[in-house]
């Protein structure tokens, strides 16, 4: 039987409506993951899913009462650049609260491949870790912390942020890995609607525009994974029809091997029910309950 993946994206906030997927997936499909890939908010998601804690991961959740529960404004905030500060937030209480909840021993006994994207400022490379990195708790809070609103961690001599910069959804991580059917939740609608909201300072815009840019960069992946498996299908109907042996085939089949069809199955939000940096019970909870309500949409 195949491998069967999560992937999990960044967004934020906007990952709880990912807790409400999550809760009917585990907890009423009684479905398991071989592969599970998360950036950005999404690798916290998916360190607790592969810890196999979720009535954690929901307490995690429940219990954010305010954005100081996940980070705090700087003495400085946005003027603190100009006397060297490298954000304009604290991420120290999201720390605690990884440091509170994440068990890297009960993930490496999981038995599941656990990947976390991140991206060195150094090197401009997507780096993808697995469960047994001995720093990753680090690298989980890494790869939240979105540039500019909160500080790079160092982890060797590298600065590391938010994965998502890069590949806001792990997709072919999942696939390279072997999954055959892979299952993508998305904090954010594929495509970014009309907005009213005034972005009145530089934190504000800046999250909105990589918001912009992390769903054109998602639609694209999306895209690439079906014109692949189109292909695929289409030379599996090309070669069923030529002759046996025909040297057409055999020079095709060297062109296609390292091809397959993979299914994929995108859950995500048709609205936008909470901001990025928006941690407000109210709608943390009324995220969870559609995230929810979505999953049993797309699968009964």
């Known amino acids: 039987m195949g491998k069967t993946a ?7 906030a906007k990952g709880s409506f990912q807790v409400g997927v999550l809760d009917y997936l585990l907890n009423e499909k009684k479905m398991d993951f071989d592969i599970i890939c998360g950036v950005s908010v999404g690798s916290l998601n998916a360190s607790m899913v592969a810890q196999g804690d979720f009535p954690k991961l929901l307490e995690l959740w429940e219990g954010i009462k305010s954005n100081r529960d996940i980070y705090k404004k700087k ?12 954000s304009m937030y604290s991420n120290e209480p999201l720390w605690e609260k990884i440091n509170k909840y994440i068990d890297p021993d009960k993930i490496r006994k999981c038995g599941k491949e656990l990947r976390i994207g991140s991206v060195s400022l150094q090197t401009t490379k997507y780096v993808s870790i697995n469960q047994n990195n001995e720093d990753l708790k680090k690298w ?6 979105i540039p500019i609103a909160f500080q790079p961690p160092f982890i060797g001599n590298e600065q590391i942020v938010d994965g998502g910069i890069r590949d806001v959804t792990p997709l072919s991580t999942a696939i390279k890995l072997g999954a055959e059917k892979v299952i993508v939740v998305l904090a954010s609608p594929a495509e970014m609607s009309y907005n009213p909201k005034l972005y009145k300072n530089l934190i504000s815009i800046g999250v909105r525009t990589l ?4 769903a054109e960069i998602f639609e694209n992946d999306l895209k690439v994974s079906k014109k692949v ?10 070669k069923d029809r030529l002759k046996e042996g025909d040297n057409l085939s055999e020079e095709m089949d060297v062109s296609f091997n390292k091809y397959r069809e993979v299914e994929v199955i995108t859950i995500m ?11 407000n019970p109210v709608k943390i909870r009324e995220a969870i309950c559609y995230g929810k309500e ?6 009964p």
């Open 6 to 12: 999560l992937v999990l994206s960044g967004g934020g």
């Open 75 to 86: 003495f400085l905030g946005i003027f603190g650049g100009l006397f060297g500060s490298r």
């Open 140 to 145: 989980i809070l890494a790869s939240t912390s």
């Open 211 to 214: 918001e912009i840019l992390l």
């Open 229 to 238: 498996n189109d292909s695929v299908l289409l030379w599996k109907k090309i």
């Open 269 to 279: 939000p048709g609205k936008q029910v909470i901001d990025t940096l928006e941690f």
């Open 294 to 299: 979505m999953a049993q949409n797309i699968i």
